[in-house]
């Protein structure tokens, strides 16, 4: 009921930038918090960055300073934009939505995208 398509993934090298978009769709009447994850081979998917609907962030040690995040509310759109990228930042990133649909009576939902590399190389 709730589709998520990501995009803006690719291969940079060290100190490049990249952003990236993910776009919800569906039966969805409101989004209270959108958030990207990352998971590297051989490691446990691990939180990025969220951001709530009122605006407010929480990021990862690993990454304050170099990446924001932000989010447009009437698109349903959430984004990524990465700084300075390392070398260790290399992943395949999940983009993750948490609201409510418009069924009756209503009901919550979680959805993840489908993931999008990021690669991070000279």
């Known amino acids: 009921q709730v589709h998520l398509v990501e995009s803006g993934g690719g291969l940079v090298q060290p100190g490049g930038s990249l952003r990236l978009s993910c776009a919800a769709s569906?039966?969805?009447?409101?989004?209270?918090?959108m958030g990207w994850y990352r998971q590297a081979p051989g490691n446990e998917r691990e939180l990025v960055a969220t951001i709530t609907s009122g605006g407010t962030t929480n990021y990862a040690d690993s990454v304050k300073g170099r990446f924001t995040i932000s989010r447009d509310n009437a698109k349903n759109t959430v984004y990524l934009r990465m700084n300075s990228l390392k070398p260790e930042d290399t992943a395949v990133y999940y983009c993750?939505?948490?609201?409510?649909?418009?069924?009756?009576?209503?009901?919550?939902?979680?959805?993840w995208g489908q993931g999008t590399q990021v690669t991070v190389s000279s």
């Open positions: 993750n939505v948490d609201g409510v649909l418009t069924t009756s009576p209503t009901a919550s939902f979680t959805s």
């Open positions: 569906g039966s969805i009447f409101s989004i209270y918090v």
